[in-house]
Nanobody
Framework: QVQLVESGGGLVQAEGSLRLSCAAS????????MGWFRQAPGKEREFVAA????????YYADSVKGRFTISRDNAKNTVYLRLNSLKPEDTAVYYC??????????????????????WGQGTQVTVSS
């Protein structure tokens, strides 16, 4: 069982920035594809970004490409999401997730919530207009 704990959310004005962190327990963190998802009130949980085990490959939703950056530090068992140029429509609870079954980012798989085995509790990001 892997425990994931997100932090770094908060209230920020439009065009502002935040950095979210996800601290993971376990000894096999580097073998997991890690992803970020978000869920706004009344909406389905949607894919944001993913990163492969060694951090060499990333994948982003079109809605955040060029604004958000996913990274990881395997020595710290931590994955990050840098959110730049925030928009009110980015307001959501952001969730960190781990996929134990893949070490490589695969479009069509790693962008689906059902591919992930472990989830954090979420951290709220609110962007004011």
């Amino acid at each position: 069982q892997v425990q994931l704990v997100e932090s770094g959310g908060g209230l920020v004005q439009a065009e502002g920035s935040l950095r979210l962190s996800c601290a993971a327990s376990g000894r096999t963190f580097s073998s997991y594809v890690m992803g970020w998802f978000r869920q706004a009130p009344g909406k389905e949980r949607e894919f944001v970004a993913a990163i492969n085990g060694n951090g060499g490959n990333t994948y982003y939703a079109d809605s955040v490409k060029g604004r958000f950056t996913i990274s990881r530090d395997n020595a710290k068992n931590t994955v990050y999401l840098r959110l730049n140029s925030l928009k009110p429509e980015d307001t959501a609870v952001y969730y960190c997730a781990a996929d134990r079954d893949f070490v490589t980012v695969i479009p069509g798989i790693t962008d689906h919530a059902t591919s992930y085995d472990y989830w954090g509790q979420g951290t709220q990001v609110t962007v004011s207009s």
